[in-house]
């Protein structure tokens, strides 16, 4: 569908087609093109692409340890995932941010989709790309060393990493929306689809699931650290 200019008089605009519907209406996209793939492709992509992820990790992770408890594996889903979407989706982010108004392939695709909840993607503020870089750099390995430590049963590690990932997560995450809710101008079209359906369902588990498993290693790190203490009490 074409996105058409509301015009500050309220005229019909079918005769004025917009170079973009992005918002705010004035950004500037050099070279700017439409994606070539339509919302229900790049979405079943994205969709069936994680679907598969999920159930392969979960297959593996009850293969590997059998008697491994429900949290665990769930947990080790997050992470998994989490670091997946770091280490590629976004690593393609930061490589192609420059010319990812003009790139074409699906998961640039992708990425204009989800700008249409958010266009400081592809505008490139500096706060973007300095979240993305800290998350593909650092928080990326975190979710790794997670997963891994929980594949091989390293107790001690999980729960730092795990830790350490969550509130990377989560001051991404404020960040990230206390940016937008005080910015003067939207950077997210109109339409409650792209408002709570992209920006907010799409970022809300950042907020919530790292809340939970931050919370879960903190008190478990406590407890370690007390019988540590308790065990050398004269």
Request: charged fraction near 15%; glycine fraction near 4%; proline fraction near 6%.
């Amino acid at each position: 569908m074409d996105h058409h200019v509301v015009m500050p008089d309220g005229a019909a605009t079918d005769t004025q087609p917009l170079r973009h519907p992005y918002y705010p209406l004035t950004l500037d996209l050099p070279g700017y093109t439409k994606p070539t793939h339509s919302t229900t492709a790049l979405v079943s992509t994205m969709g069936a692409s994680i679907g598969v992820l999920l159930a392969a990790t979960f297959y593996a992770y009850t293969a590997k340890r059998r008697r491994i408890e429900l949290s665990q594996r769930l947990t080790a889903l997050w992470f998994v995932m989490c670091g997946a979407l770091h280490s590629l989706f976004e690593l393609y982010y930061l490589v192609q941010y420059r010319t990812l108004a003009q790139e074409q392939s699906i998961v640039a695709d992708m990425w204009k989709e989800y700008a249409l909840s958010d266009s400081r993607y592809l505008s490139a503020v500096p706060m973007v790309r300095t979240l993305e870089t800290i998350t593909v750099l650092v928080t990326a390995p975190l979710c790794w060393t997670v997963a891994y430590a929980i594949w091989t049963d390293m107790h001690a590690i999980r729960h730092l990493a795990q830790l350490s990932a969550s509130l990377l997560h989560l001051y991404s995450v404020v960040i990230y929306y206390g940016t937008e809710f005080m910015s003067p101008a939207s950077n997210c079209r109109p339409e409650h689809i792209y408002y709570y359906g992209y920006f907010v369902a799409m970022n809300i588990p950042w907020l919530l699931v790292p809340v939970l498993l931050g919370v879960s290693s903190f008190c478990e790190i406590y407890r370690c650290m007390a019988m540590l203490r308790a065990s050398r009490a004269p």
